[in-house]
């Protein structure tokens, strides 16, 4: 099969270029929306340009591959869910109710492989808190024998043998039904079937209409009869279980930036969602971003196409005297030859994050602070959530010799938050390890070892040549890194569990520019019902919209950039909805 991820970029100019939509990034909003503007039509690919400053696409999409290894790790986005119905689709072809995969039809020209992403077995999974190792399975062993399972967390008396997935249902349960206006419209979609054990039966559509107008219920309570949505989802949590209990949440949960003090209203859906039932999770076996290169290779079918890579968005102005015909004056910095040139656009989509916005020319008539006090409002009603990941390459699954896990991730309090154990080469036992998630707070611990100069030094193997290893010294991750990253898996896994020093590692930070994190969060207080909308055009006078995961309701996942990117379609350039997506599949906002 032809490798389709050999896609031609264009790092060069074209000066004075004249088109009618510029499409600033690269990433899967950017372009899932130059395939469906060329696809259907809208415009030649020749007015429809893509322009990103990074030598490749996808964005925070990143498979790569590490030598020894025939295999795909991922150092962004891993894995989708079956019921993003976008993604999905795109991935495995329509419909999606048909059971026999061989009579859906492909959307796309260039086949993905889906694939399980597996989540392991809680029975063989570590968890690694306060100093105590146990298995992920402990509190439902405990609740089978009538017991509750004690951890060294002093929770409240009935929050006592709850898991932290369970406690977080139970929260949200509690706060839901506190609600008469909830309970009237919606108590009989959520359940309570025994202690520890709730379900959520409810809808994108109902969550939708839930948010606005949910409140927290609780005399006594500072927030009593406050609008959930106005609530920090840290303010909210200690409120219900106390800060011991939060804290406990945090750490139990394997990700800080669940517990960040974001919009609890949109917290809820996310965590019942996700985090808190049994989702079903995919990823592709080509590299997870080959979902942004089959895009891609879609688009660049048509004559014309072209991703001009390596050239950088300073500013865009609206009056100028260099083109009648076209409204937006557009100055990019090409970075190999580091001089600037000018695009000309009558539409103008900003496939970006909120820190790429903010890199922006603040000053130009657009983003113009004395003027768009809304929209620079609006830009910052995300939290920039850091992430960072380290894969780490193994000359065997020592995991799978010593404790007989196969996949999944195991959990932290320790810095490195939570390790991933991804796969092995069948045909020499080489195998990657995700050595660390960070996030948040424990962005500062990593950042001290990360800026170091001596890097770690790769170490050839029978399968991987110095040769080919050397080729990617400029992604290793310090000395020091690597050195306290292995003495926390050690404390991790315990004692009794023999783990060798990796041969490679491949450190990435999205902490770095343009990105400025690796996914995003609603703060509480903003009306996430008029923001989103708001984004994808936000000035009336003006073509130019704002799409991307950052600003959708399913941030840090591909879908909502795909959502976003499609409503706008929809919305402004007078798009019918596909025939390959449901005429049921709610967008959002």
């Known amino acids: ?14 000066r004075d270029m004249k088109i009618e939509v510029a499409i600033v990034g690269a990433g899967t909003s950017g372009l899932y929306t130059a395939f469906r503007l060329t696809q259907g039509n809208k415009y030649e690919a020749k ?8 030598s490749r696409i996808g964005g925070r999409l990143e498979s790569v591959k590490i030598p020894g290894m025939d295999f795909w790790g991922e150092l962004g986005g891993m894995r989708y869910l079956t019921s993003q119905e976008i993604v999905t689709t795109l991935i495995e072809g329509y419909p999606l109710s048909e059971s026999d995969l061989e009579k859906r039809t492909a959307v796309l020209d260039y086949p993905m492989t889906p694939i ?46 709850f898991s932290g997935d369970q406690l977080f249902n139970k929260i949200i349960y509690d706060v ?24 959520f039966q409810l809808t994108s559509r109902d969550w939708d209409d839930i948010k606005p107008n949910l409140e927290y219920r609780f005399v006594g309570s500072p927030y009593n009869n406050r609008k959930v949505n106005d609530i920090g989802f840290w303010n909210l949590i200690k409120d219900q279980v106390s800060q ?9 949960g394997g990700y800080y930036s669940n517990t960040i003090n974001w919009n609890s209203a949109e917290a809820f859906p996310y965590m019942v969602g996700d985090f808190s039932s049994s989702p079903t999770y995919k990823t ?14 879609q688009y660049l079918m048509n004559e014309g196409a072209c991703i001009w890579s390596e050239n950088k968005l300073l500013t865009f102005n609206r009056e100028h005297v260099n083109s009648a015909t076209h409204k937006y004056e557009l100055v990019f910095l090409n970075l190999q030859s580091n001089e600037e040139w000018k695009v000309y656009a009558n539409t103008l989509i900003l496939g970006m994050p909120r820190q790429s916005l903010e890199l922006l020319d603040q000053n130009n008539f657009f983003f113009d602070t004395n003027i768009r006090e809304e929209l620079n409002e609006n830009i910052r009603s995300v939290i920039k959530e850091p992430a960072f990941k380290i894969l780490m390459g193994f000359e065997y699954p020592w995991w799978k010799k010593a404790l007989d896990i196969d996949s999944g991730h195991s959990i932290t309090d320790l810095p490195m938050r939570q390790c991933y154990y991804f796969g092995t080469d069948e045909n020499n036992d080489h195998s990657m390890l995700l050595g660390s998630y960070g996030d948040m707070e424990t962005e500062t611990f990593w950042k001290a070892l990360s800026d170091d100069k001596v890097l770690f030094e790769v170490r050839p193997t029978k399968s991987a040549s110095l040769l080919e290893l050397e080729e990617l010294n400029d992604v290793q991750a310090t000395q020091m890194m690597v050195n306290e990253l292995m003495n926390q898996l050690r404390e991790l896994h315990g004692p009794d569990v023999v783990i060798p020093d990796p041969y490679v590692t491949w450190f990435k930070d999205w902490t770095d520019a343009p990105f400025g994190a690796g996914y995003h969060a609603w703060k509480a207080g903003f009306s996430v019902k008029h923001v989103m909308p708001y984004m994808r055009k936000p000035l009336e006078e003006e073509a130019i919209h704002i799409i991307g995961e950052a600003y959708s309701d399913q941030q840090g996942w591909v879908e909502g950039a795909f959502c976003e990117a499609e409503k706008m379609l929809q919305e402004y350039f007078e798009m019918n909805r596909p025939e390959w997506l449901s005429p049921d599949y709610y967008l959002g906002w």
């Open 244 to 252: 011991e209990g939060y804290v406990f949440l945090a750490n139990a």
């Open 176 to 199: 839901l039904m506190s609600d008469p206006w909830f309970v009237q419209k919606y108590g009989d979609k959520v359940f309570k079937y025994t202690t520890y054990r709730y379900e």
């Open 284 to 297: 592709i076996e080509e590299g997870y971003d080959s979902i942004a290169y089959a895009l891609a290779n």
């Open 116 to 161: 399980p992403f597996p989540m392991g077995d809680p029975a063989d999974l570590l968890m690694y808190l306060r100093k105590e190792r146990f298995k992920q399975d402990a509190w439902e062993v405990a609740q089978q024998k009538g017991q509750k399972f004690q951890t060294r967390f002093y929770l409240n008396q009935d929050d006592c043998g």
């Open 47 to 54: 007015d429809l340009q893509i322009f990103d400053m990074n």
């Open 1 to 14: 099969m032809k490798n389709h991820k050999n896609i031609p970029l264009n790092n060069g100019m074209s």
